[in-house]
């Protein structure tokens, strides 16, 4: 079991890594950054990530190129080799093209979905182990607020099971975000959703991974997905304070708590069961976001 201090040190390495992925990174300050020896640095940065620290700066600087690509079309090839450390352009579309199975080229003109790197924080991702007790404010405020869904698709990876985020992992896998994040032109943000009965196939799991799309979208969906279509609807968004990193588990469940005992009846709703409820990823600088369908009462 790794300390809290372990977990904020590999933590730090996470965040500086991602803040710096357009200038050189070396062990010494990757070593000043955790605290630690070089060598204990790249040793801890392994266990609590599963991924050589170094092969993790090059997955992170090829996913940010892919996210250049797709959103900027006349940038150079070279240029974003360069921009992203590669000493060389042959190198970058080899690196490219064995990441991704598919040329920068040829990515950049026609950006189908492919595996973003996508790592979790060791903090969200180790925390469940910690023994360590959390101490949690008292009150927490919680934003609410209801927003229009236009009738749209969704792309959706099926588990089995699965009714809640972990089972979902342990049933799927947890890469799926990384493709889901790659699909261009997306509506929203990717999400976790529990589907109404009528969208559950038989075998299938109630809580799936997707990213909502326009009606009109005909590009690539990745293979084993599905595409399903959603009605327009009312979403009512719950979203809670901004917190720290160690304690997203206890504020999803501040949410979680709040929507079981909230009547949306006090403000002339109901619940919807006929669509989707969402949640997105836990970012711990503006709060968990859960939503559920509501109707005008």
Same mark, same amino acid.
């Given at each position: 079991?790794?300390?809290?201090?372990?977990?904020?040190?590999?933590?730090?390495?996470?965040?500086?890594?991602?803040?710096?992925?357009?200038?050189? &990174?070396?062990?010494?300050?990757?070593?000043?950054?955790?605290?630690?020896?070089?060598?204990?640095?790249?040793?801890?940065?392994?266990?609590? *990530?599963?991924?050589?620290?170094?092969?993790?700066i090059?997955?992170?600087?090829?996913?940010?190129?892919?996210?250049?690509?797709?959103?900027?079309?006349?940038?150079?090839?070279? !240029?974003?080799?360069l921009?992203?450390?590669?000493?060389?352009?042959?190198?970058?579309?080899?690196?490219?093209?064995?990441?991704?199975?598919?040329?920068?080229?040829?990515?950049?003109?026609?950006?189908?979905?492919?595996?973003?790197?996508?790592?979790?924080?060791?903090?969200?991702?180790?925390?469940? %182990?910690?023994?360590?007790?959390? %101490?949690?404010?008292?009150?927490?405020?919680?934003?609410?607020?209801?927003?229009?869904?236009?009738?749209?698709?969704?792309? &959706?990876?099926?588990?089995?099971?699965?009714?809640?985020?972990f089972?979902?992992?342990?049933?799927v896998?947890?890469d799926?975000?990384?493709?889901?994040?790659?699909?261009?032109?997306?509506?929203? +943000?990717?999400?976790?959703?529990?589907?109404?009965?009528?969208?559950? %196939?038989?075998? *299938?799991?109630?809580?799936?991974?997707?990213?909502?799309?326009?009606?009109?979208?005909h590009?690539?969906?990745?293979? !084993?997905?599905?595409?399903?279509?959603?009605?327009?609807?009312?979403?009512?968004?719950?979203?809670?304070?901004?917190?720290?990193d160690?304690?997203?588990?206890? +504020?999803?469940?501040?949410?979680?708590?709040?929507?079981?005992?909230?009547?949306? %009846?006090?403000?002339?709703?109901?619940?919807? !069961?006929?669509?989707?409820?969402?949640?997105?990823?836990?970012?711990?600088?503006?709060?968990?976001?859960e939503?559920?369908p509501?109707?005008? &009462?």
């Amino acid at each position: 079991m790794k300390s809290i201090e372990q977990l904020n040190a590999v933590q730090k390495i996470q965040d500086y890594i991602n803040n710096h992925l357009n200038e050189e &990174i070396t062990l010494k300050t990757l070593s000043r950054v955790s605290g630690y020896s070089p060598s204990h640095t790249e040793r801890l940065f392994k266990e609590l *990530t599963d991924q050589n620290l170094f092969d993790y700066i090059r997955l992170m600087r090829l996913t940010d190129a892919a996210k250049t690509m797709r959103h900027k079309k006349k940038i150079k090839i070279i !240029d974003i080799s360069l921009n992203y450390l590669f000493d060389y352009h042959e190198g970058f579309t080899r690196a490219f093209s064995k990441t991704f199975g598919v040329s920068p080229k040829k990515y950049q003109k026609n950006p189908i979905p492919v595996q973003y790197f996508i790592p979790y924080s060791v903090l969200s991702r180790h925390v469940l %182990k910690l023994k360590e007790e959390v %101490k949690i404010m008292k009150s927490k405020t919680v934003f609410v607020q209801v927003v229009e869904r236009p009738k749209r698709k969704a792309i &959706i990876k099926r588990g089995i099971k699965a009714k809640s985020y972990f089972p979902y992992c342990e049933e799927v896998g947890c890469d799926v975000w990384g493709i889901l994040a790659s699909i261009p032109d997306a509506l929203y +943000e990717p999400a976790g959703f529990w589907l109404p009965k009528h969208l559950v %196939k038989p075998n *299938t799991s109630e809580y799936v991974q997707g990213v909502e799309i326009n009606l009109d979208y005909h590009q690539q969906i990745p293979d !084993d997905f599905d595409v399903v279509e959603l009605d327009a609807c009312q979403m009512m968004i719950f979203q809670g304070e901004p917190y720290d990193d160690v304690n997203f588990m206890q +504020e999803i469940g501040v949410i979680q708590d709040h929507i079981a005992v909230f009547d949306p %009846k006090l403000y002339g709703y109901e619940w919807d !069961d006929k669509h989707p409820s969402f949640q997105l990823e836990p970012q711990s600088h503006r709060g968990y976001i859960e939503a559920k369908p509501v109707k005008k &009462i």
